[in-house]
């Protein structure tokens, strides 16, 4: 009987949401939207980083001065103590997903290392 890949792409969303870490970081994505200081810094480099990446996807350079702004706003932005532990957060919860994508794309490594043999 073939699997639903879909179906069991579906179940892992679902566990997703059902690690610590996912859980973690929507607890303190809330905190972040409650806090009046934390909120406004927060939304201030979510926009940023987004008019960074449109920019970068559109083949544009990313310019010195924006660099430097985008360093100025980082710091600014990990000093808070809610924003820091959100982004550590955010990070932990990334490095699961790298490794999941990492069994899932085994099939792939295996198939292209065995041609290259």
């Known amino acids: 009987m073939a699997t639903n890949i879909y179906d069991i792409a579906y179940t892992l969303q679902n566990a997703l949401k059902e690690q610590p870490e996912f859980q973690?970081?929507?607890?303190?994505?809330?905190?972040?939207?409650?806090?009046?200081?934390?909120?406004p810094l927060f939304t201030e480099?979510?926009?940023f980083q987004m008019t960074l990446q449109q920019k970068m996807m559109q083949g544009q350079q990313i310019t010195q001065q924006e660099s430097a702004q985008a360093q100025a706003l980082f710091t600014k932005v990990s000093q808070n103590p809610l924003i820091a532990q959100l982004m550590q957060?955010?990070?932990?919860?990334?490095?699961?997903?790298?490794?999941?994508?990492k069994i899932i794309?085994?099939?792939l490594e295996d198939l292209y290392t065995g041609i290259n043999q």
């Open 45 to 47: 480099f979510q926009n």
């Open 24 to 39: 973690s970081l929507q607890a303190l994505y809330k905190q972040v939207l409650s806090d009046p200081v934390a909120k």
């Open 89 to 101: 957060t955010e990070q932990r919860l990334n490095t699961v997903i790298q490794d999941l994508n």
């Open 105 to 107: 794309m085994k099939p």
